[in-house]
């Protein structure tokens, strides 16, 4: 039986497994970036696939691919990746290098939130669906869109880069970075918004507003509402305001079967998605509305795993 070898680059470690062709994971393992940065990051990489592929063999494996899921970008047609949490990789030529090392071996590469709905409609709870969009909400904001059993990745790669999605007027030059959705509804816009909002004499008995402004993270601001916080109740309240509306754009543009939930703030948000889904229904078509479901990620933190695995079996 052939195997292949999935890597999941994040911004701060590298998770690597050989995968059997039913989605079992027989070895893995994890390395650290460090810092490293550019040709150095190869390095990592192919160290991992060389460990890999020579404990494969020890035990009678056969690799017959490599799928490497990315946190950027990934152009299709020249195998470069813009990584914006890596030093060096603004047009890097990824697959060329790794195709220098690994010669004769088949390696596909592309982005996270793609490789996020191939492993949520491989092994997760998306299975069997046609049409399914992975929302990542964590640090920033992504949609892995699946329209017919096919990956929509647009005329550039750049589909799904939903943190841009306009939500608001009128424009706002604070914007300009990341996007409304994601300046307003992200694991950082979270924390964002609720410095914003500590300037408000209506919240000076938040224990929020008794922090330190740059120690405020979103996990503080969950853990405040909870209590009841009245300033953590408002951010989330915003927060849900904008995940529905997304979800309802996305519904509406795409009518999916399922919009599967995952990153870091989904965790704690997951209790939020029947909130979500009331918020969606004032937005949203209201025939494709009815005929889609809210679901948390099944995978969670290995969801980009499974989809490099997915990746490296597909054609």
């Not at 191939?118 to 998306?126: K, P, Q, S, V």
């Not at 790669?157 to 009128?170: S, T």
């Not at 959705?181 to 992200?186: G, I, K, L, M, V």
Request: charged share 20%; hydrophobic share 45%; with cysteine.
């Amino acid at each position: 039986m052939l195997h292949v070898i999935a890597i999941d680059l994040g911004a701060t470690k590298s998770a690597a497994a050989v995968f059997g062709s039913n989605g079992e994971i027989v070895f893995s393992e994890t390395g650290l970036l460090k810092k490293r940065n550019g040709r150095a990051v190869v390095e990592l990489l192919s160290d991992q696939v060389a460990a890999l592929m020579k404990r494969s063999a020890e035990n009678d494996l056969i690799i017959s691919s490599i799928g490497i899921c990315v946190p950027g970008i990934a152009y299709e047609k020249t195998g470069n990746v813009w990584c914006p949490n890596i030093p060096g990789w603004d047009d890097y030529p990824l697959l060329g290098e790794l195709q220098r090392s690994f010669p004769g071996i088949k390696i596909k590469i592309d982005s996270d939130r793609a490789c996020y709905i191939l492993g949520e409609t491989w092994r997760g709870n998306a299975k069997e669906c046609s049409n399914a969009i992975f929302l990542s909400v964590g640090t920033g904001i992504g949609a892995g869109i699946l329209v017919n059993d096919q990956v929509l990745r647009g005329a550039s790669d750049i589909a799904g880069a939903i943190g841009w999605m306009a939500l608001d007027r009128p424009y706002n030059k604070k914007y300009d970075s990341c996007g409304c959705f994601e300046y307003n509804a992200s694991g950082e816009g979270i924390a964002r918004v609720t410095v914003e909002m500590i300037a408000s004499e209506k919240f000076k008995e938040s224990e929020l507003a008794k922090m330190d402004a740059g120690q405020i993270t979103a996990r503080n601001v969950f853990t405040a509402y909870e209590k009841n916080d009245p300033l953590a109740k408002e951010v989330i309240g915003n927060a849900i305001e904008c995940w529905g509306m997304a979800v309802a754009n996305l519904v509406s543009l795409f009518n999916p079967e399922k919009i599967i939930f995952g990153g870091g703030v989904f965790g704690p948000a997951i209790k939020f998605l029947d909130d979500i889904y009331e918020e969606a229904k004032k937005w949203a078509q209201p025939i494709s509305i009815k005929q889609v479901s809210l679901e948390a990620s099944a995978l969670g933190t290995d969801a980009g795993l499974y989809g490099a695995a997915r990746l490296a079996m597909k054609d």
